[in-house]
């Protein structure tokens, strides 16, 4: 009888370390889905930047490190008609700006025709408006513009972040 009682003595300290294992194993499993959720979370509010931020953002990482930029090929030079052909590249975009339409959260300088005939634009966002003097004094003028040439609507387009990526030639 004494045997039959330390058995089940034993048998009843096994389960009970078992479970505890068994409870310490869920502890890890509840944190590990807890750790995946707050990753997801992460995820989905950098992912969340609509496509203009994330233009806009790199755009200026590039320009504001000049030696990043020089690292890079030469820009190339070309027309404003030409830009379609290198969007994702660096360029110096040259054209007529033919209209410029301001609105409260993003400016356009419409190359060679006004919107939406225009092949080319430069945009501009409303916190780097103070980084630029009268934009109507681009319009009816030859410029340049410097920058990445991405695409947006279909159109290319350089985002402009201060004065040094536009130039009047004429």
Known sequence: MKKNI?????????????CGKEEKQNDIKVKNIEEESKQEEKQKDTSGEDEVAKYEKETHEDFKTSEKYKEKKAPVRIKSTEAKSYIGEYAIVQGYVASVYEREKVAYLNFEK????????????????????????FENRTVEVKGKITEYKGKPQIILNSEEQINIID
């Open 114 to 137: 006004s919107y939406p005939d225009n092949p080319f634009t430069a945009t501009i966002f409303a916190k780097h408006f103070s980084d630029f003097d009268d934009l109507t004094q």
């Open 6 to 18: 330390l058995i089940f003595l034993a048998l009843l300290i096994t389960m009970s370390i078992n």
